[in-house]
């Protein structure tokens, strides 16, 4: 689906990461861990074409991604922002529905099957009962759960979700993880980023490391999210627990 090797990012005149390089296959699921300013929303808007490259490569279906047009990149990968201010009053409904355009010509208007994909996609997160209130008036939380939908109606085979999980209480940060593992299960490539490491446990069969725009490790989530890696990534104290049934947690110690 998506092949990044040796990539160098960041603006015009600073670079940010370097020597950045992972593949990401059909039903992956890949979480990216970091800290704060360590490059994490750099690197998705890189991948997304957002930003220019400084250098290596990067690939989308076997081609390089600088030969396709926003239009192209757009009908296959979806993409989930850090974090969205909404400034019209749209519904709910009609801002999932602009998650259609890219599939849409110039002068075309949503078709059945546009409302039903947009439709779905509301009821997949749970939120269909706030389709026709304005974006305006619902909780950021609320209002993440709307772009994730948005991003869904795209029908995308690439999915980029930054910190997707940020402002949504412990119920809904479970209800987006869980459209996450059923995402991958249909074959949607998922990239995203958490700061939470548990997250990576829970849904992700790898987990991408990333400190000061370099990758500390990728691999399987129980062979590279260790107290070592955690304490070099965030500076704490942490200890990775193993759970019934073979799962972990990560246990933070707080100095006295």
């Known amino acids: 689906m998506i092949e990044v090797h040796s990539l160098a990012f960041g603006f015009p005149g600073r670079t940010v990461g370097r020597e950045v390089s992972f593949t990401l296959g059909a039903g992956e699921v890949m979480c990216v861990l970091g800290p704060n300013g360590g490059g994490k929303t750099t690197l998705f808007r890189t991948v997304l074409g957002l930003l220019q490259k400084h250098a290596g490569s990067i690939t989308l ?21 850090q974090g969205h201010s909404a ?97 991958a299960g249909s074959g949607i490539a998922i990239l995203f980023s958490s700061h939470d490491p548990d997250h990576a446990f829970l849904c992700a069969r790898r987990a991408l490391l990333l400190a000061e725009g370099r990758v500390l490790e990728i691999g399987a989530p129980r062979d590279v999210i260790r107290s070592d890696t955690l304490e070099r990534l965030y500076g704490v104290t942490v200890q990775v627990l193993p759970l019934a049934g073979g799962g972990h947690t990560c246990l933070p110690a707080l100095r006295a």
């Open 61 to 81: 279906e076997s081609q390089d991604l600088e030969t396709l047009s926003r239009a192209e990149i757009a009908r296959r990968v979806g993409y989930v922002p």
């Open 87 to 183: 400034y019209f009053a749209y519904t709910v409904r009609e801002f999932v529905l602009m998650g259609r355009t890219a599939h849409l010509g110039v002068f075309a208007s949503p078709a059945k099957k546009d409302f039903l994909v947009a439709s779905r996609a509301l009821e997949s997160l749970g939120i269909a009962h706030l389709a026709d209130k304005p974006v305006t008036e619902i909780s950021g939380g609320e209002r993440q759960l709307a772009l994730v939908a948005r991003a869904l109606a795209q029908e995308p085979k690439l999915l980029v979700l930054d910190e997707p999980t940020a402002s949504l209480d412990f119920g809904n940060q479970v209800r987006v993880l869980e459209r996450i593992s059923a995402l």
